[in-house]
């Protein structure tokens, strides 16, 4: 096998591979042999057909058949001849496959850039610090509650938090239009499922009051045709049900799992939970910060190839979140709008990589272990969740890739320069922890920052 390689430019590599033609013909032989024991054809015994009869029937498909088989085989071991490793598939164009002739074709494809791991004190984080305070747990109780709330139909009049149903008929200078007329419509008073100037005339009124409410459509409002219009609904209260909130009782508990310990038992799981979360929001937006960094002192050329499938994947995802058919006629998102986005996911992955083969780092087996018990917490019986993780190999490789990252992260924060800041739970779970403040970064009258918003740095 004869190679020879040419750098068409930036990453991209062409391989010219000549099979010898002697080793091709055999091999084509020898499958045609194949087919003679196993073919059945009209007028010849199983076994018997000649050869000859085969290969006028057969040798064109099986020409290309061993074609494709040997340049596949041949591709591959002109990559590890060359020491080459490419960043995508390879474009294969046929050069020659005649009978008599080598078997010629090219291979061209992209290869990883080559390029070294930055200084990387030059990462910047911040890093929240902050605690579940008894604050924070009874918010959290409070929120609990209203999750869990249900409606018990009243005859007072209404107020907010109500839920409310009724019919309408709206119309803009006289005249109905799309969508102004409905029956039994019910939304909660308060919670702008309604445009505002119709929720808050429904405010005070009695089951089975009649009322006008003049209304101006907002400028932003989805419907194109009726941003900015002007309208009057003539509406009828229906039924009106009062919001209740359930009690902190054995059923409320019970139905977060917990059969015993009461009020005590039930605050102390939600405060493991809200811990839980606290240190995974913390813990995210730092690595969030390091990888970006991460990306931002690295400039290397990325692999066209990659980008690419990046930008299909993350535009499939968009289109799943919006339940759009790729293959429907709906108008479809283009990949170009996910383009700076896929090349900085595949800047951070290229870097990361890198990072573990100069380090030298290996996947810490126990903190798979505390990741695989952390994710198996949650579920009634756990040991089963941690065993189907360990049995099945994909899943168990996703969190071993999951861990090995945050290695690398942790690598970085070793050198990396990190602001602790001082935060509360929902700041750190929010996120705007870590959010830029220009309020606070910078005086206004005399552009120095005060020293209040001083922070450690460590």
Known sequence: MEVSIETTGGLERRLKIAVE?????????????ETTQRVKLDGFRPGKVPLKEVRRRFGASIRQ???????QSSYMEALQQEELAPAGSPALDVINMDVGGDLEFTATFEVFPLFEVSDLSQVCVKKPEGGVQEEDLDAMIERLRQERKHFHETQRLVEIGDRLTVDFVGTIAGELFEGSTAEDVAFLVGEGQMIEDLDVGVRGMNVGENKLISVKFPDEYQE???QGKEAV???TV?????PHLPDLDEQFFSSFGIEEGGDEAFRSQIHENM???LKAAA?????RQVLDGLAEIHEFQLPRSLVESESETLRTQMLQQLRIDPTSDKPQLPSDLFVEEAEKRVRIGLVVNRIVETC???????RVRERVDELSKPYDQPEQIVNWYYSNETQLRQIQLSVLEDQVVDHVLEVAQVEVLDSDYTNIVSGRATMPDPENSVDQTDGKGSDDDQTEVT
């Open 65 to 71: 058949e061993v074609a494709q088989e040997m340049i």
């Open 21 to 33: 033609g002697e080793s091709f013909e055999q091999r084509i032989n020898e499958r045609l042999r």
């Open 233 to 235: 609904f003539d509406l």
């Open 360 to 366: 030298d780092l290996k996947v810490d087996e126990d």
């Open 238 to 242: 229906k039924k009106i049900e009062a």
């Open 283 to 287: 813990r995210g937006q730092v690595k």
């Open 224 to 226: 194109e045709k009726l």
């Open 275 to 277: 811990e839980r979360e």
